[in-house]
């Protein structure tokens, strides 16, 4: 699974975005991929699904459609450094390793759906 180490959130997590007025969710995924990775990968999904509280000056709920995107891992990746400190390529035993509290709080349970 492909990682990126979002700089604001200070955690790895899968890239992605949010979904514009009148935009098809997979549109999204596709033009994230692109935009974040500048990979141009099939998607297919939603794969899983999450709901997640927020908190702070705006607190509200969002909901996460996790899409997957299957691609040769030889080929570069792009990344936003804007947006990333970096990106990796992990197994789901070095994420195990390595423990939960510097990940997305939901990716166990997301690599434990893709087994």
Do not use: C, N, Q
Not at 5 to 17: K, V
Not at 37 to 63: E, K, M, N
Not at 81 to 106: M, N, V
């Amino acid at each position: 699974m492909f990682l990126v180490d979002h700089r604001l959130a200070g955690l790895w997590l899968p890239a992605g975005g949010h979904v514009e007025p009148r935009e098809d969710p997979l549109t999204t995924a596709r033009r994230e991929a692109m935009e974040e990775l500048g990979v141009d990968y099939p998607v297919t999904g939603p794969a899983f699904i999450t709901v997640t509280p927020t908190t702070g000056p705006d607190p509200h709920t969002d909901v996460s459609l996790w899409y997957v995107l299957t691609g040769d891992r030889s080929l570069p990746i792009t990344l936003d450094s804007r947006k990333f400190a970096g990106g990796r390529w992990w197994t789901p035993a070095e994420i195990a390793a390595a423990g939960p509290s510097g990940f997305e709080p939901h990716i166990g349970r997301f690599l434990a759906k893709m087994r």
